[in-house]
Structures are given as C-alpha cells and as structure tokens.
C-alpha cells in the first residue's frame, strides 16, 4: 500500500460552485516534495489540513473532521473506464491518492500510518456537490457517483501531523471493533436512509456532518 500523490488546489473563481465566495480549490495538483499534514481546527471555522490546498465553503469541507481526502488510484482507474478520458491524481479534489490500499472498505476509525509518521483516522465518505458535478462536467454525476461500486473515497482527521510525500508507505495500524465501512455509511447516507441508525455505533470516529444526519434520522423515526 502506498501514495501515489499529494494533491493541492489554490481558490479558483468559477460559474459551477454554490460557495459563497464562488471559488472552489477542487482542481487539485500533484505537489512535489514533502506536504505538511496538519489538525486544522473545528469545523466551519477551519480549512484543508493540507498544507497550501484551498478550501472555500467552510460549510460542507475542511475542518479536523474533514481534513484530508483520500481516494484510490484504482476507482480513479474505473471512472477512467467508464468515462472515457484521462483522471490524473487529484481529478476528483483528492488530496492523497492512495494505490493499493482498501479506501472504500475502511472502518470509520481506521488509523492509517503513512510515511512512518503520519497517522490519519478515517471518519466517513464523500457526498458530491454541485461543484463536484460542475467540476467534472459529466450529465447526472452525482447520481451516478453515489450509485457506483467504486465507493465515494475517505475523509480523515490527523491523528499525528507531520509530512508525507508521493511514495511513501501506508500501513494500516488500528481497526475498531464495528463494522461501519465508509462505503456502507455512503450507501446510507444517499441512497437507503433507513439503515442510518445502525450506523451510529461508529458515531465516535464519524465526521460531523454525516453524524448529525444519522442522529437527526434516527431521532425523527425513533418517536414513530
């Protein structure tokens, strides 16, 4: 298991965002060289915890729960097919590009140690957007996205802040003991609402966004 690339992307003006600002930091690059991950702080008031990539709607991205995007070379490879045309590193805002290693099927509250220092927590998946569709410009993506096998990729939390830099080692080091992978919390949270209450056994590690809707679910149906 390894990273393939570390991707940033500076605020860019465009017509596809709902930000206030009307930037986004999507169009994310490889970055050569060691890239300083950090806990940025609490959400909506913190960035990316990526050192010199944009985030620009603090609402919906950035914060410690939502410091770091990882998504894998090999779902990149399926939309490659699917789509016909080219997805270098960081085509869908990742900010690691991960080979070999199971994004999808993480546990929230999987600890990964990249680089022999870094270590990052997995605290759910990603929900497209609108800009996410504007972005890639592709009819219906965000259907299609949460509909497709590939899984929605992972966002992390730094556990341990240091730098990481394309190729470096990524071992798994902790797994809790549930069973709510981010494809499943994904798969509830989009597409089948009725299983978010059992995803709150992970509401520990689950980023707050994502625990506030499966708290909000759960409440509403449990007095029924």
Same mark, same amino acid.
């Given at each position: 298991?390894?990273?393939?690339?570390?991707?940033?992307?500076?605020?860019?003006?465009?017509?596809?965002?709902?930000?206030?600002?009307?930037?986004?930091?999507?169009?994310?690059?490889?970055?050569?060289?060691?890239?300083?991950?950090?806990?940025?702080?609490?959400? $909506?008031?913190?960035?990316?915890? =990526?050192? &010199?990539?944009?985030?620009?709607?603090?609402? %919906?991205? !950035?914060?410690? #729960?939502? +410091?770091?995007?990882?998504?894998?070379?090999?779902?990149?490879?399926?939309?490659?097919?699917?789509?016909?045309?080219?997805?270098?590193?960081?085509?869908?805002?990742?900010?690691?590009?991960?080979?070999?290693?199971?994004?999808?099927?993480?546990?929230?509250?999987?600890?990964?140690?990249?680089? $022999?220092?870094?270590?990052?927590? =997995?605290? &759910?998946?990603?929900?497209?957007?609108?800009? %996410?569709? !504007?972005?890639? #410009?592709? +009819?219906?993506?965000?259907?299609?996205?949460?509909?497709?096998?590939?899984?929605?990729?992972?966002?992390?939390?730094?556990?341990?802040?240091?730098?990481?830099?394309?190729?470096?080692?990524?071992?798994?080091?902790?797994?809790?003991?549930?069973?709510?992978?981010?494809?499943?919390?994904?798969?509830?949270?989009?597409?089948?609402?009725?299983?978010?209450?059992?995803?709150?056994?992970?509401?520990?590690?689950?980023?707050?966004?994502?625990?506030?809707?499966?708290?909000?679910?759960?409440?509403?149906?449990?007095?029924?």
């Amino acid at each position: 298991m390894e990273l393939l690339s570390v991707n940033a992307g500076r605020a860019k003006a465009v017509e596809y965002t709902n930000a206030p600002s009307g930037e986004t930091g999507i169009d994310k690059r490889p970055v050569a060289g060691p890239v300083r991950l950090d806990a940025p702080g609490p959400a $909506g008031t913190a960035a990316s915890g =990526v050192a &010199g990539d944009d985030v620009c709607d603090l609402r %919906f991205h !950035g914060g410690n #729960d939502r +410091a770091v995007y990882a998504f894998a070379r090999e779902d990149l490879d399926h939309w490659e097919r699917a789509l016909g045309r080219d997805l270098a590193p960081g085509s869908f805002g990742e900010n690691l590009t991960t080979r070999g290693l199971d994004v999808n099927n993480a546990l929230l509250g999987e600890r990964w140690r990249i680089g $022999g220092q870094v270590v990052l927590e =997995v605290t &759910g998946g990603r929900i497209p957007c609108r800009t %996410f569709a !504007g972005f890639l #410009d592709e +009819a219906g993506w965000v259907r299609r996205f949460n509909e497709s096998a590939a899984g929605p990729g992972a966002f992390c939390r730094v556990i341990v802040p240091g730098e990481v830099r394309a190729g470096d080692g990524i071992e798994i080091v902790h797994r809790p003991a549930h069973d709510i992978t981010v494809a499943r919390l994904h798969h509830a949270a989009t597409t089948d609402r009725s299983l978010l209450p059992e995803t709150l056994v992970a509401a520990e590690w689950m980023e707050s966004g994502l625990l506030g809707l499966a708290r909000t679910y759960a409440d509403k149906y449990a007095k029924r």
